[in-house]
Antibody
Framework: EVQLLESGGGFVQPGGSLRLSCAASGFTFSSYAMTWVRQAPGKGLEWVST????????YYADSVKGRFTVSRDNSKNTLYLQMNSLRAEDTAVYYC?????????????WGQGTLVTVSS | SYVLTQPPSVSVAPGQTARITCGGNNIGSKSVHWYQQKPGQAPVLVVY???DRPSGIPERFSGSNSGNTATLTVSRVEAGDEADYYC????????????FGTGTKVTVL
């Protein structure tokens, strides 16, 4: 059974940093690209970042570019999101999601999310 | 950046058909995916690559994509289909980026 378990969320002041983790199991983690998606309270889904299966290519939304860094450790089956210079507008539930594979750009499994609150 | 526009809400009676649109410039040239999200839960993929269904998703969920509009159709709507629905594409024309639609709240009357 595919499982994605996010952790690392919490309360942080503006300008602070957090590192989110996503522990994967039930599939060959190194064979799939992974994505972070966030959802502000009461709002829609927002794509944040994607990392290729071999960690060689990363993509970021303009809203987080230069502040967030996505990485993965295939030996630990874990995805990360380092978030620096946090702003109030970064407050959201952060989901990690697995790409379905092949040529499709869809996300077939999602974690339950971890809440990040940025406030003074 | 690429923009996907969805109607904020759609209402449908049980047993009827709900159609949720997703508008984007020449969206027919892209692969569109659809997610269902119920309150307090993570999104669930219901249609991918315009019209394919993941295993476990009922045949009542179908998709189409042409021109500037993609459509998710839910046939024989049930109370359990009440949820938010989001379309999504991968925009590889300029900045490679994921893009989600604005979301549609489906209410079962």
């Amino acid at each position: 059974e595919v499982q994605l378990l996010e952790s690392g969320g919490g309360f942080v002041q503006p300008g602070g940093s957090l590192r989110l983790s996503c522990a994967a199991s039930g599939f060959t983690f190194s064979s799939y690209a992974m994505t972070w998606v966030r959802q502000a309270p009461g709002k829609g889904l927002e794509w944040v970042s994607t990392i290729s299966l071999s960690d060689t290519t990363t993509y970021y939304a303009d809203s987080v570019k230069g502040r967030f860094t996505v990485s993965r450790d295939n030996s630990k089956n874990t995805l990360y999101l380092q978030m620096n210079s946090l702003r109030a507008e970064d407050t959201a539930v952060y989901y990690c999601a697995k790409w379905i594979g092949g040529s499709s750009t869809s996300l077939d499994y999602w974690g339950q999310g971890t809440l990040v609150t940025v406030s003074s | 950046s690429y923009v996907l526009t969805q109607p904020p809400s759609v209402s449908v009676a049980p047993g009827q058909t709900a159609r949720i649109t997703c508008g984007g410039n020449n969206i027919g040239s892209k692969s569109v995916h659809w997610y269902q999200q119920k309150p307090g839960q993570a999104p669930v993929l219901v249609v991918y690559d315009d019209s394919d269904r993941p295993s476990g998703i009922p045949e009542r969920f179908s998709g189409s994509n042409s021109g500037n509009t993609a459509t998710l159709t839910v046939s024989r709507v049930e109370a359990g289909d009440e949820a938010d629905y989001y379309c999504q594409v991968w925009d590889s024309n300029f900045d490679h980026a994921g893009v989600f639609g604005t979301g549609t709240k489906v209410t079962v009357l």
